[in-house]
């Protein structure tokens, strides 16, 4: 048998994802990556962000499930554009599925788009799809050990928001060893504590994507 085409995914993947990256940027648009385990608060921040920024940015959602359209339909009432990708099984979106869900936007008309991908702490952080940033979602139902244990999506991120702190009171999440794991992998990381429940904790991430365009606030902020 002869081989005539060996093509590395991966690298397949990466290449669209530098494309897009580009393609953004020529539209001074910033696009963030959420993951995180199923129920970690990804659409819930999402609604908090949109119901206090709407008014301020222009922007869209990738909205990337396994089946259905459940968070499509809580984002719907935002009034923010939606392109749902469902994967029918796969465990993470891809830069080729995500370039399908931007053909859908006006480019011209956003200036932030969020991805929220699968719901999933591995294989997510695996691929690029042509984010300026991954955010990581974790709760605090999920434990204190998780960035020892799922190291790569907490090396990769930029930003870190911890959910649910409404909850610490009920469980053991020791945030000392949280932070001490978090600070060795990624020094630079940025941590943001917030309940989308209570709502504390997300003026202040709301914040940091206001204070001026997304890019620069993060980059400046993980310095
Ligand atoms: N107590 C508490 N519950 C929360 C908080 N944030 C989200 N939840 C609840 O947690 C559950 C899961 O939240 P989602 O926002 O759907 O989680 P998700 O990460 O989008 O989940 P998938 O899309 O399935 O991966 C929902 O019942 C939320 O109401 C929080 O800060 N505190
Ligand atoms: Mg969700």
Redesign the pocket.
Known sequence: MEILIKQDLLIANEEKANDLRARLKQHNICMLNLI?S???????LLEKTFSILRQRYRMAVIEG?VETDE?AKRLAPYQVPIAMVNTHGACHLESVSVEKALNAFDLKKLDLIFV?NI?NLVCPAEFDVGENFKIA?L?VCEGDDKVIKYPLLFREASIVVL??I??LPYLNFNRARFYADLKKINPKVKILE????TGEGVDAWCQMLLSSHPINVIVTSVQ
């Open positions: 995180g199923p129920g970690a608060g990804k659409t819930s499930d968070d929220e719901g979602v709760s959910n649910k409404d909850l917030v309940s989308c429940t």
